[in-house]
């Protein structure tokens, strides 16, 4: 399967979501004050090379990577033994902004960002907070045995997302896919959010849990829209508990995978309030290393609601009959809360281009977005790579 976007001049690497219509986020509030100082810079000078990226052949014969100017179209099938054709002059960045309240920042202006490479100052070439620009959106599915006390509450989460960031406009496209023993695209890719919703409804969890093949089916295996990587942009949103037993990739492979097929990735988190679980971690660094987030809808709904593990019954402490429903109607406010953050995360970015002058040998260059505004978090990818990627095991069919 393959990446690609045909240009004369510059292709884009970095990280890559957009804007659609969707459920809005509470109402953004501008910050006001300045800080007082910004990285050092360094290692000056440009690089102006352009890089082919291939996904490799087969686990038992890796294949290296290639490197050449491309000036072929971008592929919209899924057949094709795939490469991505990408030039390390410019980078594109999404930034989410947010107030000291969580709340999003959606008026600020080229003026108030800085961007960083390696601690030296890049000029920003592009600057837009559109909210109409289009998305390609992967919906990975959790299906392990671990979902099934809570699975009435995420398969309706995930419907609703589905609807909120597909809205039957052929400029949203998105799929799905399901991650148990094993990964599979439940759904390729299409602007119809039916099939995935009808899908979605049909589903009964069971079984492991292979989420990094679940990711790398994402960034090689599924249908391509004509356009990738600039419009559409893409975007993958994990609803689980970031565990894995069943991969044959591993946590580090996909990373990178993401990372050089521009892919941001968001969680919604299916652990539950008293239960922790130390793979938790991995997918919070899924979403900061490509710059995305996780949100917990169900880390604190039980603590202040009477009837959670306080009063057993016949059913299990994990029964969600237990307590009269008192609980069941936080959890559909949580889950709620957790859509609307999602899709608020989608909807409300800016994406900034600049042409990189950095000339390091480094395949892995450093990125900081800052601000010029007080008390506002910032979050955009981490970084870029400039160069091929390491031969990679195929995952299973």
Known sequence: MQFCKSS???????????LVPALRAQQPSKATAKPSATPAAHAPGKSSSTTTIEAPPSASAPKASTAGTSTSSASTTGNDAGSIHVSVNEVIVPVTVTDDHGRFVSDLDKKDFQIFEENKPQTIRFFTRDR???????????????????WKNFQAATEELIQNLMPGDPKYSG???TYGQDAEIAVNTTNDPEPLVEKVRKLKPGGGSALYDAIYLAC???KLVKGEPYEPRRVVVIVGDGHDNASKHSLDQVIELAQRNLVTIYGISTEAFGFTDPS??????????????????????????????????????YALTVGMGAYKSVVDSKMYRAVTDIVGEVTTQYILRYVSD????????????????????????????????????????
């Open 220 to 222: 090689t295996s599924r």
């Open 280 to 317: 938790t971690s991995n997918l919070v660094r899924l979403a900061t290393q490509t710059g995305g987030r996780v949100v917990y809808p169900l880390g604190d709904v039980y603590k202040d609601t009477d009837g959670y593990l306080s009063h057993p019954s016949d059913d299990g402490n």
């Open 175 to 177: 799929y799905l896919i």
């Open 358 to 397: 950095n000339d390091t040998a480094r395949s892995y260059r450093d990125v900081k977005v800052v601000v010029d505004l007080a008390n506002v978090k910032v979050r955009a990818r981490k970084g870029y790579y400039a160069s091929p990627p390491p031969p990679m095991a195929q995952a299973r069919p």
């Open 8 to 18: 004369a001049a510059l292709a884009v690497l970095g990280a890559a979501v957009c």
């Open 132 to 150: 109409n620009q289009p998305v390609v959106i992967g919906f990975l599915l959790d299906m392990s045995t671990a979902s099934r006390i809570h």
